[in-house]
């Protein structure tokens, strides 16, 4: 009894805090603070316009490799692939100008999008059996209807976004959801990064090892003013140098006796874009002729249409983070896609070979430079436009190797998925319950699209393949994305699984950025410019 009694009355000492024991914690922030501009100050003139151009020229990779991969396989020549990149660079600028006027409001570059591949390899199998007289026949009837099926799919994102619908569906977003989404808009993408650097190593790796030493070593250099050239502009640096670099081995014979694709990848003479591109040429709508309507090509249109929308709104979050505003409330999404869907009928009218969507290096750069300036991605508009018009002096700097872009990515991109780990501050990092979540989101959202990657024919037959070609297309491209399979998986967990309470999810930190009025930054991020509001309906706003 008295052993019972003396265990009974002799607690252990309390434990000491681990926090206060091994280190400082750091207080959660809702806006990054090292950003030397954030979204609504704005750099000097001059730095602006350098800052815009390397936004123009980290565009431009995605829309040549884009050109490279589907032109010649429509049966288009040099001069439709620089036709098309006049088109593609030409849509970017007004999308982009668009966006950030009365659209998200966000410094988000809008760009080329791949989630486009399948309904395309679709258009081209059609087209490969018909009879043409000529390969550029093909071509041109590859384009319209392309041209066609845009015009019809866009009218999903604008009647989902103005209507409202996809602000609602991201009501059931938390913290717990944007971790894996806005982490796999960046990794999802790994295809672009080293393994085509790797079509030419010589020229990528010194590529991605100098802009690692010059924009993040050299610092050390005690001269701030260096420190901050470096900072902001070795990107464009680094571009000269290897680009030149990359000229010299060229005309030096290296690549005189090597494979097709290696020269394809290394020479800087391989574009043929100099040479075929107009001096000026303005794109103007159904350049290619009338658009071709057909309804199998439409509903793998709207497919990749709703893919680039789970993307583009990935990426607006991760934008949020990089330029130092707010994450987006409900209704800004819903014009952004909504204005989406409106410049995806502009390309379709254009004549533009894809449509497009938020460019995710283009917000990596925004991390890249600590310059989240919406003015500076404004006035990377008038690059893309200028040098869309003036074939020659665009085409030149798309010569640029792509192993060089491919460089570029394996930062920017990382940046971007590295954005998205931050969000999980708002929610509780220890919870079983979040980690489970978190980890099968993350784990399926790489593991599906990769596995409809590796069963899809070079002709773009999925593992989806029923009697209904319009059903696999739009299923196998859905499936593909990893951003959109995150969404899917992280949104029916995350609400579906019991929490202890809400705050584990993070959902009153998050509530408040759901409403025009929850939060008093919201309006300062974005309001529309020049009182645009007040002619508007409330019920768009």
């Not at 000529?134 to 999903?156: C, K, N, P, W």
């Not at 990794?187 to 030493?213: D, K, Y």
């Not at 290296?254 to 591109?277: G, P």
Request: proline content about 5%.
């Amino acid at each position: 009894m008295g052993e019972t009694e003396h265990h009974h009355h002799n607690h252990l000492p309390p434990q000491p805090a681990l926090a206060l024991s091994k280190g400082p914690t750091w207080t959660p922030a809702e806006q990054l603070h090292q950003l030397q501009y954030c979204i609504h100050s704005n750099p000097s003139w001059p730095q602006a316009l350098l800052l815009a151009f390397q936004h123009y020229i980290v565009n431009l990779g995605t829309t040549v490799l884009i050109a490279n991969t589907f032109v010649y396989r429509m049966g288009g020549h040099h001069g439709d692939k620089a036709r098309v990149i006049q088109a593609l660079s030409f849509m970017s600028g007004i999308n982009t100008l668009l966006q950030t006027l009365i659209g998200s409001r966000l410094p988000t570059v809008m760009g080329a999008s791949f989630a486009y591949t399948l309904p395309l390899l679709s258009i081209i199998n059609d087209y490969t059996d018909e009879a043409f007289t000529s390969e550029h026949d093909r071509f041109v009837h590859g384009m319209r209807t392309i041209q066609g099926s845009l015009i019809v799919a866009s009218f999903v994102n604008i009647i989902l976004g103005y209507g409202r619908a996809w602000g609602e569906l991201t009501r059931f977003f938390t913290p717990i959801v944007v971790v894996p989404v806005v982490c796999l808009v960046g990794l999802g993408l790994f295809a672009r990064g080293f393994p085509l650097l790797g079509n030419c190593v010589e020229i990528g790796l010194p590529m991605l090892i100098l802009l690692v030493i010059s924009q993040l070593y050299l610092k050390r250099i005690h001269y701030s003013r260096a420190n901050q050239i470096l900072e902001r502009f070795s990107l464009l640096f680094c571009i000269g140098i290897i680009w030149a670099f990359a000229s010299i081995l060229t005309v030096a014979g290296a690549y005189n006796n090597v494979k097709t694709t290696t020269k394809q990848s290394c020479r800087t003479d391989r574009s043929f874009l100099i040479s075929s591109a107009p001096w000026i040429r303005i794109p103007y709508p159904f350049q290619w002729g009338t658009p071709i309507f057909r309804a199998s090509h439409v509903f793998g249109m709207i497919g990749a249409a709703l893919v680039s929308s789970a993307e583009s709104t990935g990426t607006f979050f991760a934008a949020a983070r990089l330029s130092g505003a707010t994450a987006p409330p409900a209704y800004v999404l819903s014009r952004s896609i909504g204005l989406q869907g409106i410049g995806m009928l502009l390309e379709g009218l254009f004549g533009s070979l894809v449509g497009t969507t938020a460019s995710v290096e283009n917000v990596g750069l925004l991390g890249f430079t600590h310059i989240g300036s919406r003015r500076v991605v404004q006035i990377s508009t008038a690059f893309m436009i200028f040098f869309s018009i003036f074939g020659k002096f665009g085409a030149l700097f798309a010569s640029i190797p792509l192993p060089i872009f491919a460089a570029i990515y394996c930062i920017l991109l990382g940046i971007v998925a590295a954005s998205g780990i931050t969000f999980i501050q708002f929610a509780n990092n220890n919870s079983m319950r979040n980690i489970y979540v978190l980890g099968v989101s993350l784990f399926l959202g790489l593991s599906i699209p990769q596995y409809f990657a590796m069963t899809t024919t070079y002709d773009g037959h999925g593992p989806v393949r029923t009697n209904a070609g319009w059903f696999n297309n739009i299923l196998n491209t859905i499936f593909s994305s990893p951003a959109t399979m995150a969404i899917i998986v992280g949104t029916v967990l995350d609400n579906t699984l019991e929490a202890k309470n809400l705050e584990d999810r993070g959902v009153p930190w998050w509530k408040p950025f759901q409403h025009s009025k929850g939060d008093v930054r919201t309006e300062e991020f974005y309001s529309y410019p020049l009182r645009i509001n007040e002619y508007i309906p409330t019920r768009f706003l």
